[in-house]
């Protein structure tokens, strides 16, 4: 992991904490059901608020929800946030979306040759209905993961693999430089990848099921969530804010981190590594915002 400068990184939290405030009085005011997932929800647990070396905040819905949302920001709060995602700029390379503060730069180093408007952001994620078939979860689930990495591989050579170390990375890293200049050299279309990817994604959202997931996570199963632990949903302490989280994440938590309640050693802390970090009141001057 990348260190911080800790004033650099103390600032950083604070932008996010300040979007935060501005994203839960939007969702609030228009009835948009959210609720915290990832390190956000192991800060709410562990530390109540930012996990110490984190620097970003992981948000949810349900797709409905996730799509009004979007539509929102881009409609009405678009003097202060944009919405980034395949939609808004095709050069994006995930299936996720950013709100990003206007004025600021926040570039990671896996993405430094992509070219979008990478800003100071929130991470959104949409959850999908899961069948409760295993067949068709598991077909559903990889068919979902391989579009999102093929997508991903559409732009970036050495995409940041972060649930992978040693040997194993070094050589998954090889494989990714190979398939990333073979999709070069195929003319891949993005636009048929991300198709593909949400309709996989989306597949099941007219019918009623048990389980819901981000389906385009790292681990293919490993946002699953029950829908009756998701409902009714729970608020714990973030910093200065009550948010929401399902009413019970422990099997969801676990499945992904093990033991999440325990810091994990210095070498396992992970953040985004910016490679390029500006904040509104700097005038576009470079900051770099952690210690090489």
Sequence with gaps: MKKYDEKVLKKLQTVELEMLHDFVKICEENQLAYFGIGGTAIGALRHQGFIPWDDDIDLAFLRKDYERFCDIIEKEHGDKYYILRYETNKAYPLFTARMCRKGTVFQEHAMKNVDCPFGIFLDLYAYDHVPDGSAAMKKQAWQAWFYSKLLILCSVEQPNL????GVKKKLALMACKAAYHVIKLLRISTDKVYEKGKACCIKYNETETKRLAYLTEAKPYGSMIQRKDLFPMKQLPFEDLQLNFPGNMHEMMTAYYGDYMQMP??????????????????????ENGYES
């Design 265 to 286: 050693p210095e070498e396992k802390r992970y953040n985004h590594c910016p490679y390029k970090l500006e904040f509104e009141d700097e005038n576009h001057e470079r």
């Design 162 to 165: 972060v649930q992978l170390s």
